[in-house]
């Protein structure tokens, strides 16, 4: 796989976004619009963003949408923090997600550290 969609994080990324369709579709989320609709575009947003830096034509245009990405992935676990404080989540879940989300943040930083240098 070449551009993007090579990118391990960039994987791994659509695929939370897909997990967090699947949970915000059911129980209390089903009741509230507000709070799935920002959980579902900050989980689009961080795969998104990383695709669009990297078609960029520079890997300087490329770092600012990574950090784009990287603010979307702080957003996200703000989002599932409130998520799991008022029911909407359980335990299990938020732990599964919050280790996901950081794991990611860490691969993200490793590409920007990365792609920083090559500028």
Avoid: H
């Amino acid at each position: 796989m070449r551009g993007f969609r090579g990118l391990k994080v960039w994987q791994e990324g659509k695929d939370l976004a897909v997990d967090l369709y699947k949970i915000t579709q059911k129980g209390a989320f089903e009741r509230d619009f507000s709070l799935k609709d920002q959980i579902r575009r900050a989980g689009v947003s961080f795969p998104s963003n990383i695709a669009e830096g990297d078609e960029r034509g520079t890997n300087r245009e490329a770092v600012r949408f990574f950090y784009m990405a990287k603010g979307s992935l702080a957003e996200l676990q703000t989002q599932l923090e409130i998520a799991f404080a008022i029911g909407y989540i359980d335990e299990a879940t938020f732990r599964r997600l919050d280790e996901k989300c950081a794991s990611l943040g860490k691969m993200l930083g490793s590409l920007i550290k990365f792609r920083s240098k090559k500028q």
